[in-house]
């Protein structure tokens, strides 16, 4: 017991050398490091620190930002492997109303998942986040297409094109709020709106019912080109006269152009009527007033006003069905869930455009001028509103002298002319049957 006692004794003896030995060693090699490393710095003295995890060469003469300034870099180097592993996840980037379009993902689930797992907190620390932090913010490269700059702040936000699309599409689009608020007025003044569109309409009828299209002159001109004879009087067919005690001057049915004219003015004043007398000043302003069917037909009816106008400046079938199609298409479009002020005035010019160029290619240069004077005009109202929310009625007012102008175009046609001799042979028939 006693041999085998001294023989552990020594063993441990031999043992407490070689520690020592060893511990002696590896100081002298760190003190030679040190002094490597303090000949290699510039004259004014190196003060060495040196703890058990690092060793800090430090200068005396160093300012607080050059030590923090190296103390950033040290952190830096320590967090690459993180951020290594962060690059390879994709990068988001969030805005203040937190609205992206695609699949995205929050950077602190990102930050919490993977790679985070692998770094503990003895090797990055608290300063090692800020430091991947701001590395991150600064190696994150953005796209001037797919980004666009918050006025508010200085983050970035990740859109869609389609979504930069409709962004754009909106800020040319009117805001139809803003819109109908400046067209605010009282009851009354839009029960005078209502008043105003009616005398067109009154017009068109009085006009058809009353023979007024069918004057005396040309009764005299072309009432008797058949022989006065009883020979003559069996060719003409009487079947196509009428004979009315309470219009006594309506002897034929009008021209087709004629009537053309009259029905698109006169079917487009019940719906604007309905539509100012009772639903505008109900209504809030903006979106529930204009996307309200009175309002969508008001419209739609103006172009199936022009529709009509279109035979009756040309008496054209064929021009007449190019311009029904476009009405059609544009009376579709004034039903579609989103309302755009913009474009629907525009195609409501256009339409009327379209109708008056056969006035021009007739020649008849005067009566394109008086119809376009009055359209300027009413247009100058409808748009400035330069006396408030007087302004509409005196625009109906003005348009109320453009029918009596399109109903003498529909009349000088030479699509008139034939249902026009046959009405003038009827009045004199009707004044010999008076006179025997």
């Known amino acids: 017991k006693k041999h085998r006692a001294t023989i552990m004794l020594t063993a441990w003896m031999q043992l407490k050398r070689m520690d020592k030995g060893g511990l002696k060693e590896r100081r002298r090699k760190l003190s030679d490091d040190n002094a490597s490393t303090a000949e290699e710095m510039t004259s004014g003295g190196v003060r060495v620190e040196t703890t058990s995890s690092t060793t800090t060469l430090s200068h005396p003469k160093m300012t607080t930002s050059s030590r923090q300034s190296n103390r950033r870099r040290n952190l830096e180097r320590s967090s690459t492997p993180m951020l290594e592993m962060i690059e390879q996840q994709p990068t988001v980037v969030r805005s203040d109303d937190d609205k992206l379009s695609g699949d995205t993902s929050d950077v602190d689930d990102t930050l919490s998942q993977g790679s985070m797992e692998t770094v503990s907190d ?75 569109v009616m005398p067109g309409a009154f017009y068109c009828i009085m006009f058809l019912l009353s023979g007024a299209w069918l004057s005396e002159h040309f009764v005299e001109e072309h009432g008797y080109e058949l022989p006065n004879t009883n020979n003559g009087a069996a060719l003409f067919d009487g079947s196509q006269c009428l004979s009315l005690s309470w219009m006594p001057h309506f002897h034929a049915l009008p021209p087709l152009p004629l009537v053309a004219a009259a029905l698109g003015i006169i079917l487009h004043a019940p719906f604007s009527f309905i539509y100012h007398w009772k639903y505008a000043h109900r209504l809030p302003a903006g979106l529930p007033r204009t996307t309200h069917w009175s309002r969508r037909m008001d419209q739609a009816m103006i172009h199936f006003c022009s529709g009509c106008m279109a035979y009756a400046t040309s008496g054209r079938w064929d021009f007449f069905v190019a311009n029904a199609l476009f009405n059609a298409d544009c009376i579709y479009r004034q039903f579609m869930q ?67 102008l399109l109903m003498t175009a529909a009349v000088e046609l030479p699509a008139s002319q034939e249902q026009l001799k046959v009405a003038a042979q009827c009045a004199v028939m009707a004044k010999e049957s008076l006179v025997s």
Do not use: C
């Open 122 to 196: 003895d090797t990055l620390g608290k300063g090692g986040l800020m430091a991947a932090a701001d590395a991150l913010s600064t190696s994150t490269s953005l796209d001037s297409s797919d980004y666009t700059a918050s006025d508010s702040s200085s983050k970035y936000q990740k859109l869609h094109p389609k979504t930069l699309f409709k962004t754009n599409e909106k800020s040319k689009e009117l805001d139809v709020e803003k819109y109908m608020a400046s067209r605010e007025m009282t009851p009354f003044q839009e029960r005078m709106n209502a008043v105003t």
């Open 338 to 404: 989103r309302v755009r002020p913009r474009r629907n005035q525009v195609r409501i010019f256009i339409s009327v455009v379209a109708y008056t160029i056969p006035l021009l290619r007739r020649g008849d240069l005067m009566l394109f001028s008086k119809i376009w004077f009055l359209f300027t005009i009413s247009g100058w109202l409808f748009s400035q509103y330069p006396i408030g929310g007087w302004s509409h009625s005196v625009f109906h007012i003005v348009m109320a002298f453009v029918p009596p």
